[in-house]
């Protein structure tokens, strides 16, 4: 197949890469280095199943080259993170919104067969059902959430008035190698990590208790691929691994000593998809445990030497607009 991967460079869109390219397809890469490293594919730089463009995809006269003749797009490029989301909500809606709208169009003037969009389980907000259904109330607490819940709105339009084959991938957690270590205050595994090898104690937020539903990263891009292979179209699935597990079990995992952080407004004490629908339709199936996923990222640890080490103080600082924007409702 020939495919694109917006993103390519990111976390998940790297490993995705891996795959597409062990599977043997051929693919070109979008990615404007926002947060994407070319380091994340520099081991792929002699495969001439790789092209990577250093792109912006929010105008679709720019990218519409490179779609002829393609048969799958993996729409991952996106803003992420919560505090740079509300302090920038418009750089988060251009990149998330108008990106996925200039993807969509261009993916429908060629005629893709197949397009995949990596949406966030953050548009399920505080859930009142566990394990929670594709179906549950939809509350977006931030830009973040907003936005990428905005593309997926865009992304199943497409699919219905101009029949794009289209299936929107709800992620939850998504960890391992690679996972993002920028500047900013962000997911609990590169804070943990970069703590880790600074001998410094865990920031635990709240009284670790709170669940998480951490999904191992090639769990994730199975579902990706095996979502492309199949015929389904116009669907949401949750992607997530059938389990939820409690901060306090990671910092265990882990080992080291802990320093707690006040709870944070907006956050949910649990995560954790419902994963029967894409179990039954697409025969997917989470297969790395978390213990196992754990064990693979240590034995990656050099790659968060260059991360910033956080503390309580530093994290109080960043996170004020946080507390500031989404004090309880
Ligand atoms: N977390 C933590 N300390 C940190 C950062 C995060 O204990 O310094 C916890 C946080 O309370 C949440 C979990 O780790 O329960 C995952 O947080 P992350 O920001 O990675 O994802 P999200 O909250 O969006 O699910």
Request: glycine share 8%; charged share 20%; net charge neutral.
């Amino acid at each position: 197949m020939k495919v694109i991967v917006t993103g390519g460079c990111g976390f998940i869109g790297s490993h995705l890469v891996d795959r597409l390219i062990a599977d043997g397809h051929n693919v070109t890469v979008l990615d404007n280095f926002s947060t994407g490293r070319l380091e994340n594919l520099q081991h792929q730089m002699s495969s001439k199943q790789l092209q990577i463009q250093n792109i912006d995809i929010t105008k679709t006269d720019k990218i519409i080259s490179y779609f002829e003749n393609i048969d799958w797009v993996f729409h991952l490029a996106a803003l992420a993170d919560i505090v740079p989301s509300i302090q920038y909500p418009g750089k988060y809606f251009q990149a998330n919104v108008d990106g996925t709208f200039s993807v969509l169009e261009a993916a429908k003037e060629c005629g893709v067969k197949r397009f995949i969009y990596s949406a966030s389980s953050s548009c399920y907000g505080i859930p009142s059902i566990y394990p929670t259904p594709e179906n549950a109330e939809i509350s977006t607490k931030y830009p973040y959430a907003l936005t990428k819940y905005l593309g997926e709105e865009l992304v199943l339009h497409w699919g219905k008035v101009y029949k794009l084959p289209t299936v929107s991938l709800r992620l939850f957690n998504v960890y391992g190698p690679r996972s993002r270590t920028s500047g900013t205050y962000g997911a609990v595994f590169g804070v943990f990590l970069a703590q880790k090898l600074a001998r410094k104690p865990y920031t635990v937020v709240g009284d670790g208790t709170q669940t998480r539903d951490f999904t191992y990263v090639t769990d994730v891009v199975d579902a990706f691929v095996t979502t492309a292979q199949s015929d389904i179209s116009n669907e949401i699935f949750n992607v997530g691994s059938g389990n939820t597990y409690s901060i306090n079990y990671l910092v265990e995992l882990l080992g080291g000593t802990v320093a707690y952080i006040p709870k944070r407004p907006g956050e949910p004490d649990c995560t954790f998809a419902d994963i029967c629908k894409i179990r039954r339709i697409l025969g997917w199936e989470p297969k790395v445990s978390f213990e196992e996923g754990v064990s693979n990222i240590l034995k990656n640890i050099h790659y968060w030497r260059e991360a910033p080490v956080w503390t309580s103080d530093s994290i109080r600082e960043a996170t004020k607009d946080w507390f500031a924007f989404l004090s309880k409702d």
